[in-house]
């Protein structure tokens, strides 16, 4: 959202709500495809993102897609698309126990209290715990959906209502974060929340949840070399948008736009 709007007039646009909710729908579908999908598979999809996104803030902005731009969102998606190649594709069947879900959620909420600190690009660093925090959003909710559906326990356990707390909290938060990350632009701070999204949420599920990639130690030749074109294409965009900015400050100011866009 743009600066200084404030919420109740947020609430009176039509376009504000038409963006939740799609959001809301796309949680949905999340959600039933963390069902049926590991971590490692599902989380990458997010960065489809980028195809829409970056074209969109540069209209908000203003101007054109830099060539520099397409490059770097072209990259990120490649890298990404290796790291799918290299994913697993059974359903998953373990779940985060309470001593996991309670460590993940503290070590999550010191992380993002680091990022959030005051100093130079805060868009980004905001951009990287938003990511990280629906990363481990997902891999929580992952926990909750198959305990829930495969029916061997009770529904209102201790663990459950507690991840069902954690999830709640991490999605709301990721969801602020990015807002205020995308303040500073649109394509350099989605595209760390794309590429932090994934790599969190496949920590989780490598770690603790025996997700693995497929090929075995083959297949981390291609999941590394997809995170390191994943990451050159985050460098791209997040230098487009510094070459961009004093241009568009310089300019005379375009009607702000209002985007929502949350990172799955």
Partial sequence: TAPGTGALRLLGRGAWWCAVGL??????LHVAALKYGPLTLVQPLGALTLVAAVPLGARAAGRRVTVTEWRGTLLTLLGLGALLLTAGG???????TMTEALAVGAGTMALVAGLSRPGARPGLRHAAASGITSGVASALTQTLTVAVTDHTGPLLSARLVVVAVLV???????LLLSQTAYRGGLGAPLAVVT??????AAAIGLALLGE????????????????????????LLTRAQAQTAPAV???????????????P
């Fill in 23 to 28: 959001n809301a729908g796309g949680a949905l």
């Fill in 90 to 96: 059974a359903a998953p069947h373990e779940t985060l």
């Fill in 168 to 174: 709640s909290a991490f999605a709301m938060g990721g």
């Fill in 195 to 200: 590429l932090a999204n994934p790599v969190a």
């Fill in 212 to 235: 693995r990639f497929q090929g075995g130690p083959a297949g981390l030749v291609p999941a590394l070399i997809g995170t390191v074109a994943a990451v050159r294409g985050v460098i």
């Fill in 249 to 263: 400050a310089g300019a005379a100011p375009p009607a702000p736009s209002r985007v929502v866009i949350s990172s």
